[in-house]
């Protein structure tokens, strides 16, 4: 080859991989290094070369609440705004593509990373997802799907297989991320570290060309979560356009490999073109010249509106809203230094921060105030503080108790150990509300908590507040005195113990394969069919006031299925709210399908939702849409989504749980059933039958030896003179990164599970790839 050849093959080489941590190398005409950054819930725009693993020295800006607060708004137009803005303070901090929202399906409460996810439904985090990013890209800011597909725990992310049959798939899993794709045209999609049915994602041909691109009409960048790239050419090949961050390791075989073969030249060319393309986009944009104090002002108001319109009501003996004339007791460490958002890469440093206390304070609303727990120190019972929080509680009114997970709890890397609150706040729920029954509880968590207190020990009210992100605190205020309603419904269900959860004898799995044999049966798909009831179900909320509905009728009444999915609307369903109460109420109407044909479903799937605000005495039109793919399922034997014809009840609900309408339809049509009669697509009762519902026998997991560049430090310490060669590589690693409080877990967790691959090309240059082969030649010859 020329040396003007070569030359030009090695800058494209190094093209499709990252010059450090957030930057591409430059692109396009005018080589535009392309900024990315987290995230999902506010701009993390590191200080610094951006070439560390260091997760909180960021400049300011603005925390939204996070996902689970968000999606439980239910509400496209608040998170289209919420978008906007993030897009906004993203181009005041320099940075061209955010990388968010996460989207994957919340499959277990447990989930350490459920905090940015939106649902355990995918209708509404593809709707949601599809909102943000609309309103991300509005401003000219590129948005991230990610991370695809199935990455439902943290346990083993690096290193694990998810088994799952193709139907569930299709429906659950990848669903919300086909509506996001086909809806908002996002610039970028990430995908996940974990492997599907066998194949890593990163090498994905089906994941990320056959479906996302071919079937979807994706036409953007995929790039990898960041050190999830398996081997370079294999990855380009299936799809990745872009490894993220850069390694010399990577680029280097990469090189040698586009000389070799004609295919990955092709492939190369294919993700250059895409990146160039990426670059065109984004080449008008700006500085690092920081957030302007209006935007961080008007900014923190679209948060505090955020964090109520995300906050549900779970209980309400009439004491909420209360109004400003009686005493009032605020007990809980989190009212005074809240939790508001969770761990991991998604931190943002805020730009302010309002507590509860501060917010009263805000309002001279005098209080008596007690820590009544220690949040650092979870599970030690303090006899003195819980005496003075009961010596509060009876002295005042009404108390407020600030409740919820200690932030170590939910972290990015690993997953929670117990769906309870800790034993210490368990005791100050109990000890308060048996002296004060005016106990008002609000939770700040990022995903449902064992909440059999409700019952054994109810308070008067019961909110769950999720992380609201940095104004959680005004929410909290507005919530109480009633200037905000907490309109958000459940985008989860709220089981009564996780035993109840099909799921829960399969998650998290173990290092290298995690079965999925409750099929779809996730969330309120396994409550409403096979039960048992949650304790409070998917799309159940509140509010204040109060609301009736009627004159409800369908646009049709026979649905002729489009040829197509998508792009067609049938039925669309009508009906009147009116608003009975004495104040603003925000209603939210959900249609869900029970399908009555030849087909193996649950007993009723989330086909559209509409919301609406009422004024006292109001009378209001609404209209929900269902889209014709509502009506569509997929059969893994026709290798296609089919619509059999036969009859579906179309019904409406205030939530998963109370549906107070329902209406049948006769769908019209000559798709064949075949394949998706199977029941055990709502859970496989044993290895037979799960392997029938593959399709193939169950995969033996991967066995830990011999030892490859994707063993993880976890398998290879169980060699016996791996202590011999490891600490270099962790040294290499660790010495990229400072001091960091919460995120040691996440270091921590990464050091563990990291596969050699990773820890090499994330070692930046110190190990090659000859000392990891060379300590696998060794590791494989000893016991
Ligand atoms: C996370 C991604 C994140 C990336 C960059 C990864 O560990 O899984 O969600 O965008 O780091 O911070």
Redesign the pocket.
């Known amino acids: 080859m020329s040396t003007e050849g070569r030359r030009t093959l090695d800058s494209r080489v190094r093209a499709v991989a990252g010059e450090n941590?957030w930057n591409t190398m430059p692109l396009g005409p005018d080589g535009v290094r392309v900024v990315m950054?987290?995230?999902?819930h506010g701009v993390?725009r590191q200080v610094g070369g951006g070439d560390a693993l260091d997760?909180e020295d960021a400049y300011p800006a603005t925390c939204f609440p996070t996902a689970s607060a968000l999606s439980s708004t239910w509400d496209r137009d608040l998170l289209g705004r919420v978008g906007e803005a993030l897009g906004v303070e993203a181009a005041a901090l320099g940075v061209h593509v955010l990388?968010?929202p996460?989207m994957n399906i919340k499959r277990h409460p447990l989930c350490g990373?459920n905090f940015?996810y939106f649902s355990e439904d995918p209708l509404l985090s593809g709707t949601l997802a599809a909102s943000l990013v609309r309103g991300i890209q509005s401003t000219g800011t590129g948005a991230?799907l990610?991370?695809f597909a199935v990455n439902n725990q943290e346990s083993f992310?690096y290193s694990v297989d998810a088994v799952l049959d193709e139907r569930t798939l299709r429906e659950l899993y990848l669903r919300g991320f086909e509506i996001a794709v086909r809806e908002s045209e996002p610039w970028m999609v990430?995908c996940?570290?974990n492997s599907v049915n066998g194949t890593t994602a990163s090498c994905n041909r089906t994941l990320l060309t056959s479906i996302l691109r071919e079937e979807w009409g994706f036409d953007g960048v995929v790039v990898s979560?960041?050190?999830?790239t398996g081997p370079r050419a294999e990855a380009l090949k299936a799809g990745l356009d872009l490894e993220?961050p850069g390694s010399e390791l990577n680029t280097g075989e990469l090189l040698r490999d586009t000389e070799r073969d004609a295919v990955t030249a092709f492939a190369l060319d294919r993700a250059v073109t895409r990146l160039d393309t990426l670059a065109e986009k984004v080449s008008t944009h700006v500085e690092n010249t920081g957030i302007d104090a209006n935007t961080i002002a008007k900014h923190d108001a679209l948060a505090a509106e955020a964090a109520a319109a995300g906050a549900v009501l779970l209980t309400n003996d009439g004491t909420l809203p209360i109004d400003t004339s009686g005493s009032l007791g605020v007990i809980g460490e989190f009212a005074e230094s809240p939790r508001y958002q969770g761990a991991?890469?998604?931190r943002i440093n805020s730009a302010r921060l309002t507590s509860l206390r501060d917010a009263l304070g805000e309002r001279d609303i005098a209080h008596l105030f007690a820590p009544g727990y220690d949040a650092a120190r979870p599970d030690a019972r303090d006899e003195r503080k819980l005496a003075e929080a009961v010596a509060v509680a009876r002295g005042c009114e009404t108390v407020v108790l600030v409740a919820g997970l200690p932030a170590a709890a939910e972290s990015?890397?690993v997953d929670r150990t117990s769906f309870a609150l800790p034993q210490q706040q368990l005791d100050l729920i109990e000890a308060v509300t048996s002296v004060n029954p005016r106990t008002i509880v609000f939770l700040c968590n990022g995903s449902p908590v064992d909440m059999g207190w409700a019952s054994t020990t109810p308070p008067a009210a019961i909110v769950e507040a999720y992380l609201g992100g940095q104004a959680g605190g005004y929410a909290i205020a507005n919530i109480l005195f009633g200037d905000a309603e907490p309109s958000g419904r459940l985008a989860e269900s709220v089981p009564e113990r996780l035993s109840d959860l099909l799921a829960d004898p399969w998650f998290p799995g173990s290092i290298r394969q995690v079965q999925h044999r409750e099929g779809v049966s996730v969330g309120y798909r396994h409550h409403a069919t096979a039960g048992p009831a949650a304790r409070f179900p998917f799309g159940y909320g509140l509010g204040y006031g109060s609301t009736e509905w009627s004159d409800f009728s369908l646009s049709a009444t026979t649905v002729t299925p489009a040829d197509v999915r998508w792009g067609t609307t049938t039925p669309t369903v009508y009906a009147k709210v009116r608003n009975t109460g004495g104040r603003p109420r925000r209603e939210c109407i959900q249609v869900y399908l029970a399908d009555a044909r030849e087909v193996a479903s649950p007993a009723r799937v989330l086909a559209g939702f509409t919301s609406v605000d009422t004024a006292p005495g109001e009378e209001v039109s609404v209209e929900v849409e269902v889209s014709a793919d509502a009506f569509h399922v997929y059969s893994p034997r026709q290798e296609r989504w089919v619509c059999p014809p036969g009859e579906v009840i179309v019904q409406v609900g205030r939530n998963s749980a109370d549906i107070v309408w329902e209406s049948r339809v006769d769908v019209a049509g000559s798709d064949s059933p075949e394949g998706v009669t199977d029941e055990r697509v709502l859970g496989a009762a044993d290895d037979a039958g799960f392997a029938a519902l593959l399709g193939r026998s169950i995969p033996s997991p991967r066995p830990a030896r011999p030892f490859t560049r994707d063993s993880t430090i976890a398998e290879i310490q169980m060699s016996k003179l791996a202590g011999l060669v490891l600490p270099r590589l962790l040294r290499a690693v660790a010495s990229r990164a400072g001091e960091k409080g919460e995120s040691n877990q996440?270091l921590e967790s990464?050091m563990r599970e990291f596969p050699l691959r990773s820890l090499a090309s994330a070692s930046g240059g110190k190990v090659s790839w000859k000392i990891v082969d060379a300590a696998l030649v060794v590791l494989n010859r000893l016991p």
């Open positions: 941590f950054t987290d995230g999902p993390r997760l990388l968010g996460g990373r940015e991230t990610k991370h992310r990430m996940s570290y979560d960041w050190a999830a993220m991991g890469s998604s990015e890397g996440l990464a």
